[in-house]
């Protein structure tokens, strides 16, 4: 499979439509023996732990992997041969290195792990040269890179997946099944966001970040120095997205963000590195939790909270409410009117949790079993190289990846402006109230 | 005890800020064996619940009591001969009745518990006439309602004290004393709201309200047809108020609000009294669920939730989160770094509440017990009472009336103009930065 057939890739005419709503047999027909060609951009610890999903499946090869990072690139190398696979390619020759990976004639795909900043010129990239492009989140920090990737996408009918692992969790897939089966009627209000506390990622080891540090803190840290804002949307808004069919028959319409001041990384530092570290100068721009609502063009809000400069458990803050029940991932509660055995008191989400796991799961469980995120991770590499090899367009797409990831530059200037509303760009220019959602309808990816 | 005592009732002069602080021995000495003369304007539900508690204690007589229905006032009049008090004066004789009542020299104070359309003018008229004022909430519908309130008490120096016996549930006190003794550290963001299925309140019984249905179906649900924002936000911001001490050193600066679409008062109505009753027809404005994010003066946010139209279980929403940790309520959890056991783990508050356990319930548990909302009704009456018969600020007064009040209008335009931010009005005309806390500092009230 040396092209992707573009016609009906991303567009939404009849024949994606059908494929989209009821994967037609015949294009499924005799697919399953192809095998998919990949390079990875960026195979720090995200890019390896994706790699590692792809060398256990049988229906994929890395031809090539691009790191600006020797030993990144060496780790990496040593797992695919550990794994029995052919030596791959390798791109290290600097920060642009990866537009020479993408020009290969031996790939279909490209995946891309690389710090925020880069997502976007990656993509495009990749979309330009031919590849089918999996990228991780965000897809772009800007409105311009959310058109960027759209209108490539469009332009040269290629596709471009972001990569949300959490969409494929467990139990918001369950939850994803018991909306779509009616159980919680019509939707009305839904939460989520992004509540980890982040404190020593951002600065590794210690009090320090930036060039020499480690993992994230090398690039991540930089973010909350320059920008105020819900910079990190896609994992709580992903789920959400697809309960409220954003951009298949729905939209966003606006959002307005209000930011706290900020404390915790300016605490952070002062107390790993002490009063005279340099990096206790440093005026974080960040705001410690910044609260966004969104209204929907289908009258339903979200509510997303990022908080990632103070000690906290885990959270991504899942809520979904409807007119006929609710259900919160806080408390692993549910309630559901004339269901749930007591009127207005909460059980346990558990109850439901089996009767409703999402027919993917049921299917997937044991190829699931130890990959990243509590097995997230596999359904979601599983998606991309699917829809790559059965040459169907995404199920989590350019669109998707455009109004997810524009949350944020749209937050920063709520922020900017005293928490002004700011109107949505409709990426689909129009289309989204006729388009078709393809996210897990079936056990097949 | 036939007037009272108006020299620093309420400026924040110097007398008041050493009574606000310390509760001067002066002040206190020889007063317990007063009896305060209390007139109830609004005996209904609310009302009665409040006239128990009068009755229960025996620093109190209600001289006189005022109801449009006659049921409500003999009802009233049998609870007062029951608890063996010489029947009161009644005041059965129209809307307006009540300026009769706050006429009376027989009366150091009244306590207002009618529809919220009235709280205002009854407030004032009760201020004009002398009579300390206890309201019930919210004090105020609209903006101008707010500064009514407090220009009435700044001009006859009469305090007024908005009755909300949120501030003293159990739990919220001890996470008062908490952040008081920063367990928290410093306050970034919290959270309120009033989540309540009130669909059977707003229609009662089956799918009626207005004139001749029952309790507050009478008046409640009108605000649902006419009205769009976060109508009931005091239960929610009074505990967090107190936190973040607003207008003691810290006020509201801006708001948003935004809006859902209207389905569940409809679809109860549908339900209950069928596809052809009359009040199905009706539209109302009240989205299910309103979102609103404050932010304040010292750089914290709050959100509240009015969520009052759906089934859902009963939450009032509460997280108050600093630097050092996290209290939650919907999971009666808390984490406080460095203290709980387990690294960004929750652990149950349980944990902390007998510990922390305010100084008010240590002394006054007994006497609460029975009381209405879980005993917390004991503390909003013991602190109107004690705050008249001391010649005291009330720990909750007019500034705060206001500034909780008057997020409903400002919510309403909020949502009437796409969730533009709205100016918070200084009610305390500059004073904020230098006014005290007077609540719950010690076990008296």
Not at 65 to 87: F, K, L
């Amino acid at each position: 499979m040396s092209s992707i057939d573009r016609r009906d890739f991303l567009k939404g005419g009849a024949g994606a439509a059908m494929a989209l709503s009821g994967i037609s047999p015949n294009i499924l027909m005799g697919q399953d023996d192809r095998t998919v060609r990949i390079g990875i951009i960026g195979v720090g610890g995200r890019g390896r732990s994706l790699l590692r999903l792809l060398l256990r499946r049988g229906d994929t090869v890395v031809n090539a992997i691009c790191d600006i990072n020797p030993e990144a690139i060496q780790r990496s190398v040593d797992m695919i041969n550990e794994a029995g696979a052919a030596t791959p390619t390798q791109y290290l020759n600097g920060d642009e290195d990866f537009r020479n990976l993408v020009q290969r004639d031996d790939l279909d795909a490209v995946i891309i792990a690389t710090p925020w900043l880069w997502h976007t010129d990656m993509a495009v990239a990749g979309m330009k040269a031919g590849k089918a492009v999996g990228v991780e989140v965000p897809a772009a920090v800007t409105i311009q890179g959310c058109w960027d990737l759209v209108n490539t996408s469009e332009q040269t009918g290629i596709p471009c997946m972001i990569m949300e692992n959490v969409c494929y969790r467990r139990d918001v897939m369950t939850v994803l099944n018991m909306v779509r089966q009616g159980l919680f009627g019509e939707l009305i209000h839904c939460q989520g966001g992004y509540q980890h506390d982040l404190r020593g990622i951002k600065f590794q080891p210690g009090a320090e970040f930036g060039p020499g540090a480690r993992g994230e803190a090398v690039w991540r840290t930089h973010h909350s120095i320059t920008r105020n804002g819900e910079l990190y949307p896609t994992h709580g808004m992903g789920p959400i997205s697809k309960c409220l069919n954003i951009n298949t028959g729905n939209r966003f319409e606006t959002l307005t963000s209000t930011a706290t001041k900020a404390r915790g990384l300016h605490n952070y530092v002062k107390a790993e590195g002490g009063e005279d570290h340099p990096n206790a100068d440093i005026r974080f721009k960040l705001g410690d939790v910044v609260t966004t609502v969104i209204k929907c063009a289908n009258g339903e809000t979200i509510m997303l909270s990022h908080d990632t400069n103070l000690p906290r458990p885990y959270s991504l803050n899942f809520r979904v409410q409807g007119t006929k029940g609710i259900w919160m991932s806080d408390n692993r509660s549910v309630y559901l009117e004339g269901v749930s055995p007591e009127p207005h008191q909460w059980e346990p989400f558990s109850n439901y949790s089996e009767q409703y796991d999402h027919p993917l799961w049921k299917r997937h469980t044991a190829e699931s079993e130890g990959a990243g995120h509590g097995g997230m991770d596999f359904f979601v590499v599983h998606a991309f190289v699917e829809s790559v090899k059965r040459q169907i367009p995404p199920p989590i797409d350019v669109y998707e990846a455009a109004s997810w990831s524009v949350i944020s530059p749209l937050s920063e200037r709520s922020i900017a402006t005293g928490s002004s509303p700011m109107h949505f760009p409709d990426f689909t220019r129009g289309e989204w109230s006729r388009r078709v959602s393809s996210f897990a309808h079936t056990d097949e990816y």
